[in-house]
């Protein structure tokens, strides 16, 4: 406490010089912190993203991760209520479970004829009750974005889909559905003697006949095509309920969400009723490796495959890998500005107490004293500055996010809150806070020897 408080006495001595070295400190501190904060909550947005729309770990039929999207009909999984009670029934699994749903994912043409438009599409059949409930996961309580993620639909609701907003305006659809901020694509002039526009609605007024009745109050309606798994065409009517602004550009421009039962009416027909594969939500991400595990001694591995999101989705991964990269290339940039300006400080110091050092040395200070002097200093420095940087980084993160600012990432159909978190990383805050102080305190080490191996005499007569 001694060697601190005197090192204390010394850094005000000229205080213009130490507060500006307190203040870099701060500066880079601040950049860290911030930085890394924004960081941080894009990942955590990221993986928030991904478990809400297809949860922590996928159950496929073996095989179809390499070879199922060339040929889905061979890779179906039939007796998912088997699987889904076992998973539900496991007495390991249970504590850390949330929801198992079945999912059918498949591919087709979207024709909405009374406006002469048709496009490709990306089906997805769910649960609607489980998927609501997946949707509000939210294990880090984040504000991830102002857009509802409901998608309204009711499990007793057959004949029901949601598209995304994009899809909406390709088909020209803004206007039957009551959409007020889409463009509506000018209105096409029918060429003289052209041929008569195919429409397929009639094949479904067996599945739907009120709705293929029309009527003032019909819903707005897309008639959708696809492949059965026997390799025929099929086609099923879906009322929409709902445009939805979709998560990135893809999904908004082409998918079309709809019950299970639709979904498994259209790829199936009159044949087994399959899934594409089972969704598996978590309480916390953390179980997901031990539940992975557990899911591999239940299913024989000769029959199904267990991906975690991260498997499933590399790109997850590999954005984590990317901004960690960029990250530590900040700090460390960060870190070198903190090195050099406590060295330049710290050396300036030692120069213009040569004769004290030659005096204390001379009174019988070993040289260790002398280094603990200085590097007291630069520990002090490095304290001020680090802890002035923490306060500031948080008073900051406050106000943005209360500010509630939002940015549309690349490939994203929403924009989504831009938000900082220092906490999300129990380690985070403490790591940097130590790491710019012991940055500070070791850029003393080389002044301090400098003034520790002086000799005694040449230090007395320096002036």
Not at 252 to 277: C, F, H, P, W, Y
């Amino acid at each position: 406490m001694k060697t601190l408080r005197i090192a204390y006495r010394n850094i005000c001595r000229n205080k213009r010089r130490s507060l500006m070295t307190i203040l870099a400190i701060a500066v880079s501190s601040v950049s860290v912190l911030l930085f890394g904060g924004n960081i941080s909550s894009i990942i955590y947005t990221l993986q928030t993203g991904y478990v809400r729309t297809s949860g922590h770990i996928h159950i496929y039929k073996k095989g179809y991760s390499r070879y199922g999207a060339a040929n889905p009909a061979a890779y179906g999984m039939e007796d998912y209520g088997r699987i889904i009670k076992l998973i539900n029934d496991d007495p390991a699994v249970k504590p850390h479970l949330r929801l198992v749903m079945p999912f059918l994912a498949f591919q087709g043409i979207a024709g909405n004829f009374t406006a002469d438009t048709s496009q490709s599409f990306f089906g997805m059949g769910i649960v609607p009750s489980l998927f609501e409930k997946l949707m509000v996961w939210d294990q880090y309580h984040l504000k991830v974005t102002k857009t509802d993620v409901s998608i309204g639909l009711k499990d007793d609701d057959l004949s029901g889909g949601v598209l995304g907003y994009g899809m909406a305006e390709r088909l020209n659809l803004c206007g039957e559905m009551g959409l007020t901020d889409c463009a509506v694509p000018p209105a096409a002039k029918e060429a003289p003697g052209g041929a008569p526009t195919e429409d397929f609605s009639a094949l479904t007024k067996d599945d739907f006949p009120a709705q293929a009745a029309g009527g003032a109050g019909a819903a707005a309606r897309l008639d959708l095509l696809a492949a059965t798994s026997g390799g025929a065409p099929n086609v099923v009517s879906v009322e929409l309920r709902k445009a939805m602004k979709m998560g990135t550009k893809a999904f908004n421009e082409g998918l079309i969400i709809m019950n299970l039962d639709l979904a498994q009416k259209l790829v199936s027909g009159r044949g087994v009723k399959k899934v594409t594969g089972l969704m598996v939500q978590l309480n916390r991400t953390d179980s997901t490796e031990l539940v992975k595990k557990r899911l591999e001694q239940l299913l024989p591995g000769n029959d199904y495959e267990v991906k975690t999101f991260g498997e499933v989705r590399p790109m997850y991964g590999q954005t984590i890998s990317m901004f960690l990269t960029i990250f530590g290339f900040v700090a460390l940039i960060m870190g070198v500005i903190v090195l050099f300006t406590t060295i330049n400080t710290m050396s300036m110091s030692v120069m213009e107490r040569i004769s004290e050092i030659g005096t204390s040395r001379a009174l019988g200070l070993r040289r260790s004293a002398i280094i603990g002097q200085f590097v007291g200093e630069g520990f002090l420095l490095g304290t001020l500055g680090s802890t002035l940087g923490v306060v500031a980084a948080l008073a900051v993160s406050l106000g943005v996010n209360l500010l509630e600012i939002t940015w549309t990432p690349p490939d994203y159909a929403n924009p989504i809150l831009l938000s900082i978190h220092m906490f999300l990383q129990p380690f985070f805050l403490p790591a940097c806070w130590l790491g710019l102080i012991a940055v500070a305190t070791l850029s003393s080490v080389i002044p301090a020897r400098n003034a520790a191996r002086m000799a005694i005499v040449d230090a007395l007569r320096h002036n």
